[in-house]
């Protein structure tokens, strides 16, 4: 591991100041002409197609389409850009998540559960899906960087910027606007990861220089950075309607963790004769918030559960670029101090600092916390099946790091009330809100536990105690 440098890429990504976490080009919108034949399905495969019947609308119809499907294993083979190979990845992802899950779809349809999913992917399909895998170094499943998401927007108006009411996705499940929506606004979210990835450099960097001014500047302009992509994520009620979420939802879910659905796993037809299982496609996989934890400090706090295991192994779902920015990071952090950033920062008595620092932890609790809404309506209020996509518990997994958040702000509140701060500091008034305001979020959390740990409970009650604490977030 080395301390953080200015760029980490792959060929697609480049994390960077100048790209943050987004692709370095836009993705291809279309596969080139070779890969005919797999566009000619991803084309025809959602439900619905301007309102039309897609494959997926009418039941056994992927299958029989995939069967006359031929192998393009040899041509995946020979294949060497890296921009195609990442659309063959995005290609095979969805045509692999479309034939195994379909089955649970249409079960979800008749009788409004998940049904068994099918767990053998044909050879025409597996092959060249595991080859491409391998030439991108990522698990041969449905993402979010590769395939899902980041890697699978296209822009309206070319010259528009990253909205997501500019933004359309290249392939589709359900073919619905709420779909669209759902996944696009990620990336208008992730349209601001350059402040955000180039204020983490530039504190670490500023910090290793003993350089005060340019730490602060760059701690405010990251504290501000997620103040914007706080106010974008709300944008997802608007994008996406929370009740038809199960139009779609089914489809991006992962092997591991589902076993009722999947059993024991996938077989690879010619590939592998064990089956397999790999992790679905999670807004966990997202960069934002994981990067904030290792830089704020909230990752110390992480406890030793097997929720923060698999918030760990969530790294692994990540393209190797960006897995090698998080472990430098980790170690830029520690070599600062062994307290992280804010140890650097009492020791040089950066108040100010200390202050955005608080309010880029508080930003990372509103973001938890929003996403925690979104399960409890998008989720909880949609469906009894008890699995995130991830394979996770949906009640525990986002608390166990919301209570990781507020022990680190709890912890910087201690070291700024022990520092003296000017009556007409700048950054005072962000301070008292801030320390004013925590025990109101502990409490709201742990009523809310209260209510999701009893066997039968409502999630509107849940949802509806956002509104009770006011916390100018619901």
């Not at 192998?71 to 045509?95: C, H, K, M, P, W």
């Not at 927007?153 to 929506?181: A, T």
């Not at 340019?214 to 929370?242: C, D, H, P, Q, Y």
């Amino acid at each position: 591991m080395n301390f953080i440098k200015s760029e980490y890429k792959d060929g697609f990504f480049n994390v960077s100041k100048k790209n943050g976490f987004l692709p370095e080009k836009n993705p291809l919108e279309v596969l080139p002409a070779t890969y005919l034949s797999l566009q000619n399905i991803l084309d025809n495969m959602p439900v619905k197609i301007n309102g039309k019947s897609g494959y997926l609308d009418i039941p056994g119809k992927i299958f029989s389409i995939v069967e006359s499907m031929p192998n393009l294993i040899d041509e995946v083979s020979n294949e060497n850009d890296t921009r195609i190979i990442q659309a063959l990845f995005r290609g095979y992802s969805f045509l692999a998540s479309a034939y195994t899950l379909e089955p649970s779809f249409q079960y979800y349809r008749k009788k409004g559960k998940y049904g068994k999913a099918n767990n053998i992917l044909p050879k025409q399909i597996a092959q060249p899906f595991v080859e491409v895998s391998k030439k991108l170094d990522v698990y041969p499943w449905l993402d979010y960087h590769y395939a899902y998401s980041l890697g699978n927007y296209k822009k309206i108006d070319k010259k528009g910027d990253h909205l997501w009411s500019n933004l359309d996705m290249c392939v589709r499940f359900s073919g619905q606007p709420d779909e669209v929506g759902f996944i696009m606004l990620h990336v208008d979210i992730n349209q601001h990861s350059p402040d955000l990835v180039g204020s983490v450099i530039g504190t670490l960097q500023s910090l290793r220089n003993n350089d005060s001014i340019n730490s602060i500047k760059f701690l405010k302009l990251n504290f501000e950075t997620m103040k914007v992509m706080n106010a974008r994520r709300k944008e997802m009620w608007k994008a996406s309607r929370w009740n038809h979420y199960n139009d779609f939802r089914v489809f991006i879910m992962g092997v591991k963790g589902n076993e009722e659905l999947f059993g024991d796993g996938v077989v690879y037809s010619g590939v592998w004769k064990e089956p397999k299982q790999f992790r679905g496609q999670t807004g966990a996989q997202d960069d934002i918030i994981p990067m904030e934890d290792i830089f704020s400090g909230v990752i110390k706090h992480y406890p030793k559960n097997e929720l923060t295991k698999y918030l760990i192994d969530l790294r692994t779902y990540r393209p190797k670029c960006i897995q090698n920015f998080f472990l430098d990071l980790e170690k830029s952090v520690e070599d600062i101090n062994e307290q992280g950033v804010s140890g650097i920062l009492h020791v040089n008595k950066n108040v100010s600092g200390l202050c955005y620092l608080l309010g880029t932890l508080e930003e990372i609790y509103h973001f938890r916390n929003g996403h925690w809404q979104f399960v409890q309506k998008y989720i909880m209020a949609n469906t009894p099946y008890a699995k995130a996509t991830g394979g996770t518990p949906i009640i525990s997994w986002l608390p166990n790091q919301m209570k990781a958040v507020m022990k680190e702000m709890r912890s910087l509140i201690e070291i700024i009330d022990t520092l003296k701060m000017e009556d007409d500091c700048e950054e005072l008034e962000l301070f008292q809100n801030i320390k004013s305001l925590l025990d109101k979020k502990e409490n709201l959390l742990d009523e809310q536990l209260k209510l999701v740990n009893n066997k039968k409970f409502s999630a509107q009650e849940v949802f509806d105690l956002n509104k009770k604490y006011d916390l100018k977030d619901n």
